[in-house]
T-cell receptor, first 116, second 113 residues
Framework: AQSVTQLGSHVSVSEGALVLLRCNYS??????LFWYVQYPNQGLQLLLK??????LVKGINGFEAEFKKSETSFHLTKPSAHMSDAAEYFC??????????????FGGGTRLMVKP | KAGVTQTPRYLIKTRGQQVTLSCSPI?????VSWYQQTPGQGLQFLFE???????NKGNFPGRFSGRQFSNSRSEMNVSTLELGDSALYLC????????????FGEGSRLTVL
């Protein structure tokens, strides 16, 4: 069974500071990995995905993540936080087995707060 | 291109009642998944439908059911509602390809009194 752990349910940064949101996964084989963002009263929006191509993945809004197989990690970073980045972020894993369908297993989420 | 549409956005029910939620996927998408989001349990997978067939099912009681129509629209039903069913129910559509991303709707927020 796959699982995802997001370290830190709440992260607070100052505007302009580096954003680092941590995600570790547990899977017997390298899975597909995703980061989603959720703003209040909205659904989830895909930030970026890793599907076994380049290990450094660039996404929308200046976010990027690096897949590290040896550390089973897929941490999300952004060099400079904006106030508009305040939201909840979810890391998710999907089996790379093509017969597994589209079931995602989500981490518990990290609420990012950006201080002016 | 229109996104994933979920109706209704908000609804209030009482214990013991049943509810039906609807999801219209992005045009051309054949896969529809449903997730339950609660503060305590987070995001949990309910089920996935692909071309009218249930492809995956999460660990939820039989009170939770779903179906998909030939036009890929999907409905989920919860019978005999319990207080713990209060949640945001999210629908996501996908092309169904192995690396296809999921596009989520804004959700249906169910409150059970």
């Amino acid at each position: 069974a796959q699982s995802v752990t997001q370290l830190g349910s709440h992260v607070s940064v100052s505007e302009g500071a580096l954003v680092l949101l941590r995600c570790n996964y547990s899977s017997s084989v390298p899975p597909y990995l995703f980061w989603y963002v959720q703003y209040p009263n909205q659904g989830l929006q895909l930030l970026l995905k890793y599907t076994s191509a380049a290990t450094l993945v660039k996404g929308i809004n200046g976010f990027e993540a690096e897949f590290k197989k040896s550390e089973t990690s897929f941490h999300l970073t952004k060099p400079s936080a904006h106030m508009s980045d305040a939201a909840e972020y979810f890391c998710a894993v999907r089996s790379s087995n093509n017969n597994a369908g589209n079931m995602l297993t989500f981490g518990g989420g990290t609420r990012l707060m950006v201080k002016p | 291109k229109a996104g994933v549409t979920q109706t209704p956005r908000y609804l209030i029910k009482t214990r013991g009642q049943q509810v039906t939620l609807s999801c219209s996927p992005i045009s051309g998408h054949r896969s529809v998944s449903w997730y339950q989001q609660t503060p305590g349990q987070g995001l949990q997978f309910l089920f996935e439908y692909f071309s009218e067939t249930q492809r995956n099912k999460g660990n939820f009681p039989g009170r939770f059911s779903g179906r998909q129509f030939s036009n890929s629209r999907s409905e989920m039903n919860v019978s005999t509602l319990e207080l713990g069913d209060s949640a945001l129910y999210l629908c996501a559509s996908s092309s169904g390809l192995p690396t296809g991303e999921l596009f989520f709707g804004e959700g249906s927020r169910l409150t059970v009194l």
